[in-house]
């Protein structure tokens, strides 16, 4: 029972130790960001090396998809939304009738990657092909010069961003609902790897040589400068939305100078995406000058 | 002042008092939340075959193909856990020695206490590879992996009631039988079995209740497709899977935000009509014991 004791007061002691070590920083220098399972790595990254100069800056940065991270920023829950696609004119509407006016900004570019199998014979495919296969008009990989096997499909989840691109830039159209949805990126890129018959996409950053990219239209997204040219047919915007106009140096504001400089940049690039363009640079330059 | 027997009273009336309007709470916000819904989507559209409300083209408010995923994997789940869950219950009210009910009784209770995630973990990495080379098929999410682990968390609900289901049978009964000159067997088949039906269906009724509302397990590794399942080797997308998908996208007050909430509606007024079933049941069974 003694014994007991002391451990329990130690561990108390112990407990306290570290929650003052840890120190929690006033309200004000925590950023929350939430959103999108494809830029996750990135800026957890990105949050890892701002630290390294803004130690009284907390960040926390949660994936769940680029909807949830939208859903949070409109709810009011959250200071920075990770998305991997536009937001839409009735979520931004639906922000404002919160009081909350979302910024955008343009932190990397990802091309998008369609995998398969690596002892699938299949190497290339139009955006025709890939629009029937996920639409389910072609079911069988024999119709685009593979094996006669079912073609399994595999997506992410309505919540996704990745989702909400392919859909709106590549079908054009409900995808097939016989398509599993995954919980993330990782669990479609292990899906796949596993299944002879399957199918996937993801973002650039998560292939691994377990699976194969497919050559799109003569490209193939593993050729870095054909994703950056744009000659790689599915490169896309990473956005970040600010809730409001971010205060004169204030957190958000030095996140955001940190992630559009060179050394911010190079991070972006280390985890595997691509640095931004001149347009969006510019796009980025334009949404800053209203901080003043 | 002194705490009079009185206060005391009117203490534990308020526990009790508490616990049903929890209930009555919950009701009544579910309700609320779900009945904008139906201010945009008919009833007709919500009892439709397809669920997609961020469609391309339409948005699409049936909950039948998820409701059937449900019922599919439930179904399935039973199947496998009642027998199962059966047969524990007789071996440790019956058979079993009082030293090896003492060690098995608490082991099979256990289960109950493994987080649900984790058996998931493992229907995931064991159970679906599993599934996918028995039946010849390139992967394993589907509403059989999902009802093999649901089975599994019903199991310690069914093996314990019905432990209690047969530990109940009065020894008048048992020492009766044996006494006529019948085996044990010819016993427990004739005389333990028919006078604990009505609590083996209370059982299985709260075994059913529990796997209705089971999420995270299944939701990795049901495969979560929207199509209408034809099969028990058909990915599915059950209602409480759907909802915990979906739920972080919606915007607070929308119409999705509201449609899941109906369907949690849905999902509270099935689990709990077989509660109160299985409660009916087992009330008046224990009564006919008791007599």
């Not at chain 1, 973002?203 to 193939?220: D, F, H, R, S, W």
């Not at chain 1, 400068?225 to 958000?252: D, E, H």
């Not at chain 2, 607070?252 to 109160?276: E, R």
Request: neutral net charge; proline residues 4%.
């Amino acid at each position: 029972m003694k014994r007991l004791l002391v451990a329990l007061i130690l561990s108390v002691l112990l407990i306290g130790c570290t929650a003052s070590q840890g120190g929690a920083p006033a309200a004000s220098n925590k950023l929350q960001l939430k959103g999108s399972d494809t830029e996750l790595q990135m800026f957890a990254a990105l949050a890892e090396e701002f630290k390294k100069t803004n130690a009284d800056v907390d960040i926390t940065v949660t994936g769940g998809g680029s909807g949830t991270g939208i859903a949070a920023l409109i709810n009011g829950e959250i200071d920075i939304a990770d998305s991997s696609r536009p937001m839409k004119p009735e979520e931004i509407e639906k922000a404002k009738v919160n009081g909350i006016e979302p910024v955008e900004f343009i932190i990397a570019r990802d091309g998008l990657a369609v995998i398969v199998h690596p002892d699938n014979p299949v190497g290339e495919l139009t955006r025709a092909q890939v629009a029937d296969i996920y639409t389910g008009k072609i079911t069988n990989w024999k119709d685009v010069g593979g094996n006669d096997d079912a073609i399994t499909l595999y997506g992410r989840q309505s919540t996704s961003g990745t989702y909400v691109y392919f859909r709106d830039t590549v079908l054009k159209a409900d995808y097939a609902s016989t398509m599993r949805n995954m919980e993330g990126t990782s669990a479609i890129v292990d899906a796949v790897q596993a299944d002879k018959t399957g199918i996937g996409y993801v973002g650039i950053g998560y292939l691994t040589p377990e699976v194969k990219a497919l050559t799109l239209e003569g490209q193939n997204p593993t050729d870095k400068a054909a994703v950056a040219s744009g000659a790689y047919v599915l490169t896309r915007p990473l956005f970040q939305y600010t809730k409001g106009v971010p205060a004169k140096n204030g957190p958000t504001h030095k996140l955001m100078l940190f992630q559009l400089s060179a050394p911010g940049q190079k991070v972006v690039e280390s985890t595997g995406f691509l640095q931004v363009t001149s347009a969006d640079a510019a796009a980025n330059e334009k949404q800053l000058a209203r901080i003043g | 002042m002194k705490i009079s027997e009185k206060h005391i009273r009117i203490f534990f009336q308020a526990n009790g008092i508490l616990s049903v309007l929890v209930l009555a709470g919950i009701f009544g916000f579910l309700l609320i939340n779900a009945i904008g819904a139906f201010q945009t989507i008919t009833l007709g559209e919500f009892f439709g075959t397809t669920w997609n409300p961020t469609s391309y083209v339409q948005p699409q408010w049936g909950i039948l193909g998820l409701l059937v995923g449900t019922l599919l994997v439930v179904a399935a789940a039973l199947l496998i856990a009642v027998p199962l869950g059966l047969f524990t219950g007789l071996y440790l009210s019956n058979l079993a020695s009082p030293r090896v009910r003492e060690v098995l009784k608490p082991a099979v209770e256990l289960i109950a206490s493994i987080p649900s995630v984790v058996l998931g973990l493992v229907a995931l990495l064991v159970l679906s590879p599993l599934v996918a080379s028995l039946f010849g098929l390139t992967n394993g999410l589907n509403a059989l992996t999902a009802a093999l682990i649901v089975a599994v968390m019903v199991l310690p609900t069914i093996a314990s009631l019905s432990e209690d289901v047969f530990s109940a049978v009065p020894d008048a009964y048992r020492q009766g039988g044996l006494a006529l000159g019948a085996t044990r067997w010819q016993v427990l088949r004739r005389v333990i079995l028919p006078s604990s039906l009505s609590g083996i269906f209370a059982a299985t009724m709260l075994g059913l209740g529990r796997a209705v509302g089971e999420t995270i397990a299944v939701l990795m590794v049901a495969g979560n497709a929207l199509a209408f399942p034809h099969g028990l080797l058909d990915p599915v997308r059950p209602l409480t899977a759907n909802i915990a998908i979906e739920i972080k996208e919606v915007v607070t007050g929308s119409t999705h935000y509201q449609a899941l909430f109906a369907m949690g509606l849905v999902l509270f007024i099935i689990t709990m009509a077989f509660n109160v079933l299985a409660e009916l049941v087992l009330q008046r069974h224990m009564k006919r014991l008791g007599a």
